[in-house]
């Protein structure tokens, strides 16, 4: 069993399978019921009303009398409130900076605007979801035909979405998926080779979409096509969009990797269908290694708002600077009053899943959670959809969703993502690499050809977590070079990009 901290009275179980009853555990306790593996067991008497702590922190208060040696689980506790926003301590505690790593590169392709690509990808940004299937079809035809005769661009992908009319453009919701859309249009891993298709009629205009620096390169070189203006039926939509993709990619096959420092990769966090060892194995483990990112001089973003609402007073108080802690407070807060306005609370994020994989409740994965998240001082936070423009470790508001927030991560320019999970998800995107770390060495051996790195090990004392922490940023460094394919990208398990759209649909 691991006990995480020394105040807690409760540990997790790490034998694979779990215990059963009579067990008998370090320091003598005998296990009253059996208890599963990744679940809690009660390591003093806890009377009703008592803290029930992990972490250090109370994830609950017992509900009724749990005798030590019980299993402790959600039906015997009482979740704590959220800590109120306004008694957030602002940047009273910003760590010192860490020595800077320096040395490390990875070989990228070096962009126009100073930023560096992990993959050379034609994209195909779309204004409206009237023209998806049309801009599907046309892709599948630019891969199966044209793409083999351009062997250094990886990929073709097209940005398709429900959004662009019917809702209300003016609206103040509305901001997010146009922003989102726009950062996804100019993601580095594109080149800087703008690909637009609109249908003509539709409430976001291309103009409003794209910035008008952008749209200036437009005017030069066309790449916007606009179904409603073809007179020759289907054949000729696809045939322009075919053309423009030539011309793009006789540019794109040009470009070669090159050493770029690690200072360029932009890494995006994230975890799903987490249990609760991803708190004390994968999610530190992959901490360590932002921290090492950040070192290097990365960007570093974590995300995930209702999975870190509990723990807003433990980030806001490392803030680089009070602003970027009134800054945290105020996304938080956005997405307190979203959720209210919708009926629900912060309590609805965990799953059935996260359950059964022994988390309790929100309180208790958030405080995982952030463990990704590393050691090193909050140097900025964006809202949903917007770029990031920051180095170190940044805050990028989004919600807990896998497909919502990695679809924000791409929109704010992460070019690498590590994703870490103990239930075991075949997640994966198109736009950037995405390395799966496992949380239990069960997952691991179950899914050999869908985990990238086995975090459990540190539960059984295989590996400790600066170990596993060096390796996943090894593994960065090489797919980032496009050396080491992660399997999403070797399976070619790429999710849909999805919107975030708080604004009303008319």
Not at 375 to 385: E, K
């Amino acid at each position: 069993m691991i006990r995480v901290h020394e105040q807690d009275n409760v540990a997790v179980v790490v034998t694979r399978g779990g215990l059963p009853a009579g067990s008998r555990l370090e320091g003598g306790l005998m296990l009253a019921e059996p208890i599963p593996e990744a679940h809690k067991v009660a390591l003093t008497d806890l009377v009703a009303g008592d803290a029930i702590v992990r972490y250090g922190v109370p994830i609950g208060y017992a509900n009724r009398r749990i005798p030590p040696g019980s299993w402790v689980h959600e039906g015997l506790m009482t979740a704590p409130a959220a800590p109120p926003l306004s008694d957030c301590p602002l940047a009273t505690a910003p760590p010192d900076a860490l020595p800077p790593l320096e040395g490390f590169t990875f070989n990228g392709y070096r962009n126009p605007d100073g930023s560096a690509g992990t993959k050379n990808i034609l994209g195909i940004s779309t204004t409206v979801q009237c023209v998806a299937a049309t801009v599907d079809y046309a892709a599948r035809r630019i891969k199966a035909d044209m793409l083999p005769r351009y062997p250094n661009v990886d990929d073709v992908v097209a940005i398709t979405h429900p959004y662009g009319c019917g809702v209300a453009i003016d609206a103040p919701g509305a901001a997010v998926p146009i922003r989102t859309l726009r950062n996804l249009s100019l993601h580095p891993n594109f080149g800087g080779e703008l690909l637009l298709v609109s249908l003509g009629c539709e409430k976001l205009q291309p103009a409003r979409m794209i910035p008008a620096d952008a749209l200036t390169v437009l005017d030069e070189e066309p790449a916007l096509a606009v179904m409603q203006e073809a007179r020759q039926g289907f054949g000729e939509i696809v045939d322009t969009i075919t053309g423009l993709a030539e011309r793009k990619l006789e540019k794109l096959n040009r470009r070669q990797r090159v050493p770029c420092p690690a200072s360029d990769l932009v890494v995006g966090l994230q975890c799903g269908g987490s249990d609760a060892l991803s708190g004390v194995t994968a999610n530190p483990a992959v901490g360590f290694a932002a921290d090492l990112l950040v070192r290097a001089g990365a960007t570093v973003i974590f995300s995930e708002v209702t999975e870190v609402r509990d723990a807003a007073h433990l980030l806001t108080s490392r803030a680089a600077t009070p602003e970027v802690a009134r800054d945290f407070v105020r996304e938080v807060a956005w997405y307190d009053e979203y959720l209210r306005a919708g009926g629900a609370d912060r309590a609805a994020n965990p799953t059935p899943g996260n359950k059964q994989g022994g988390l309790a409740n929100v309180v208790e994965k958030a405080m995982g959670s952030i463990a990704k998240a590393g050691s090193t001082a909050l140097m900025a936070v964006t809202g949903p959809g917007e770029r990031v423009r920051q180095k170190g470790l940044v805050f990028a508001a989004t919600p807990a969703s896998d497909f919502i927030c990695g679809t924000l991560q791409l929109a704010a320019g992460m070019n690498m993502h590590i994703f870490t999970t103990g239930r075991g998800t075949p997640y994966g995107l198109a736009m950037a690499p995405v390395i799966k770390v496992a949380s239990n060495s069960g997952l691991a051996a179950r899914w050999p050809d869908l985990i990238d790195v086995d975090a459990g090990r540190i539960a059984t004392g295989a590996a400790t977590v600066e170990e596993v922490g060096w390796e996943i940023f090894g593994t960065v460094l090489e797919a980032a070079s496009g050396c080491k394919k992660t399997w999403a990208d070797h399976w070619g398990l790429h999710n849909d990009l999805v919107l975030f759209n708080p604004g009303p649909v008319t």
